[in-house]
């Protein structure tokens, strides 16, 4: 939707699109709760799922708040997303000599915020392999499938794979690309609230399951 269209909607079209998205665990919906620190009293259109109160950020939303309080929401919700110490910064010489041979256009992007909303997980996976590609990019399934061609499914990860979970119909939820073994270039969501991050496989595998596994 382009801003504005939302409000512009019934309520009880708005009501049902936060309680799916609640429940999908998908876009920028919070428990009433949690906003409390951040906003105090200061919210908008309160909807309902789950047997809870729920706050819809919209930008009609985002540009009524004073400029503390985006500060604070931008500092508690990113700490749901980084470490104090980014993997980057503390990572072994070894590793660096080796993404500065290997992958040079990316290190100017690990754990770094992006500064507008579209980049999505399937851009950075694109932009991994290929740094011409866009990585501001909001790329569909159907263009990632394509740039999958003539990859196959292996059992391990050694490094240039692929990794890809799917939803039990088998669409696209999330990827990323694995570096070596051990790390992968990751990016969680779509919004700007969502870094371009450095991330162990291990960790990414505790956040989405287990993958399957793309050479």
């Known amino acids: ?115 507008r909303n579209g980049a999505n997980c399937l851009a950075a996976v694109a932009f991994a392999t290929d740094a011409s590609s866009d990585l501001y990019h909001w790329m569909q399934a159907e263009e990632f499938n394509h740039l999958m061609a003539g990859r196959e499914e292996v059992g391990d990860i050694s490094g240039k794979e692929v990794l890809v979970w799917r939803d039990s119909e088998g669409r696209i939820i999330h990827a990323c690309y694995a570096l070596n073994e051990e790390y992968v270039f990751n990016k969680h969501g779509q919004t700007m609230f969502n870094p371009w991050q450095l991330l162990t496989v291990e960790r990414v595998i505790g956040s989405w399951g287990e993958p399957v596994i793309y050479r």
Do not use: C, N
């Not at 049902?16 to 951040?38: K, P, Y």
């Open 1 to 115: 939707m382009h801003p504005g269209e939302f409000e512009e909607i019934s309520y009880e079209a708005r009501q049902r699109i936060s309680a799916i998205q609640w429940e999908l665990g998908r876009g920028l919906v919070f428990d009433r709760e949690e906003t409390e620190e951040w906003f105090g009293e200061h919210v908008p259109s309160l909807y309902k799922g789950s047997g809870k109160k729920l706050v819809l950020f919209t930008i009609a939303f985002w540009r009524s708040l004073e400029e503390h309080q985006k500060e604070g929401f931008l500092r508690a919700y990113s700490r749901m997303w980084v470490d104090e110490q980014p993997l980057w910064k503390g990572a072994p010489p070894s590793f660096k000599t080796f993404m500065q041979r290997e992958y040079p256009h990316l290190i100017p992007y690990l754990d770094v915020f992006p500064d």
